[in-house]
């Protein structure tokens, strides 16, 4: 079955930065775009950016442009999200989540997650 | 970017009743493809969220029949047929014609 397992919580001070991964299994890892969105405490969905984990080509949101890096591991079938210049607006809970469609075909949206890994910034 | 707007905020349902959720989009998520690429989700406390409904009416894997989608172009509706203890939770449209990728704002779905 496909599982998604992310990092544990990180604290992190203002200016900092913070990177976490997301290790997939029970499926082609190269096969399908994974998608980043965030989660402020009590608040809704926010969309951060997407990799393809066969070729590692990306695209963010302009939101985050200059501050969010995905990157990828086809050996460890792991992909990370690395965001830099933390604020405390950026307090959330990050998820990765798989695409629902396979790479090749038009990206459609998330259909598995990870757990949600908790990023709080505090000084 | 798109915006996704959800109504009502919250809703209190009585188990074995039906209840409905309505999403409008600022812009016709109709994709030259013929798809409409309209989605929804639950998050349960304390949970990710997990798909409900892909391309406004298919369900996904596992999830139950009394669970339906409907709509076109930007005007969308959730229906659950009997309201059931564990479906309480957040519900969330998305739509993914764009690639930024938007959510609208939820709706807090409580048994009473």
């Known amino acids: 079955q496909v599982q998604l397992v992310q990092s544990g919580a990180e604290v992190k001070k203002p200016g900092a930065s913070v990177k976490v991964s997301c290790k997939a299994s029970?499926?082609?890892?190269?096969?399908?775009?994974m998608h980043w969105v965030r989660q402020a405490p009590g608040q809704g969905l926010e969309w951060m950016g997407i990799?393809?984990?066969?070729?590692?080509?990306?695209s963010y949101a302009q939101k985050f442009q200059g501050r969010v890096t995905m990157t990828r591991d086809t050996s460890t079938s792991t992909v990370y999200m690395e965001l830099s210049s933390l604020r405390s607006e950026d307090t959330a809970v990050y998820y990765c989540a798989r695409d629902l469609s396979p790479i090749r075909a038009t990206i459609k949206g998330p259909d598995y997650w990870g757990q949600g890994t908790l990023v709080t910034v505090s000084s | 970017d798109i915006v996704m707007t959800q109504t009502p905020l919250s809703l209190s349902v009585t188990p074995g009743q039906p209840a409905s959720i309505s999403c409008k989009s600022s812009?016709?998520?109709?994709?030259?493809?013929?798809?409409?690429?309209l989605y929804w989700y639950l998050q349960k406390p304390g949970q990710p969220p997990q798909l409900l409904i892909y391309?406004?009416?298919n369900r996904f894997s596992g999830v139950p029949d009394r669970f339906s989608g409907s709509g076109s172009g930007t005007d969308f509706t959730l229906k659950i047929s009997r309201v059931e203890a564990e479906d309480v939770g957040v519900y969330y449209c998305m739509q993914s014609i764009q690639l930024r990728l938007t959510f609208g704002g939820g709706t807090k779905v409580e048994i009473k």
């Open positions: 391309e406004v009416s």
């Open positions: 990799i393809n984990p066969s070729g590692g080509s990306t």
């Open positions: 812009q016709s998520l109709l994709h030259s493809d013929g798809k409409t690429y």
């Open positions: 029970g499926y082609t890892f190269t096969s399908y775009y």
